[in-house]
């Protein structure tokens, strides 16, 4: 059984950090990508970061490049992400996504990924 488990969501104002873990078990324990991806009322699901497993390599959107910190923790099967500079447009429920394959490409399309959690909620008041 694949299970991803987030945490860490929650309530901030602007200019606030949030820091969301992400732990991996089953199937979904040795990952080759895991990824951040969030969802807003009235958008598409959008790529936030991933983060190659093996070397740890990262990828970020532009939207939060600067801001924002993938890592991962190999002992504990979890993937964080550190956002800083918060803004009200980093309001969203954030999911964190895994899969076991190689990717073609990079790991920015949500339709790459096999596993998926259930979502955090992060809002951002101004």
């Known amino acids: 059984q694949a299970q991803l488990v987030e945490s860490g969501g929650g309530l901030v104002q602007a200019g606030g950090s949030l820091r969301l873990s992400c732990a991996a078990s089953g199937r979904t324990a040795n990952p080759y990508y895991m990824g951040w991806f969030r969802h807003a009322p009235g958008k598409e699901r959008e790529f936030v970061a991933a983060i190659k497993w093996t070397d740890t390599s990262t990828y970020y959107a532009d939207s939060v490049k600067g801001r924002s910190t993938i890592s991962r923790d190999n002992a504990k099967k979890t993937v964080y992400l550190q956002m800083n500079s918060l803004e009200p447009e980093d309001t969203a429920v954030y999911y964190c996504?895994?899969?076991?394959?190689?990717?073609?490409?990079?790991?920015?399309?949500?339709?790459?990924?096999?596993?998926w959690g259930q979502g955090t909620q992060v809002t951002v008041s101004s």
């Open positions: 996504a895994a899969d076991p394959r190689v990717f073609p490409t990079a790991p920015r399309s949500p339709t790459l990924y096999r596993y």
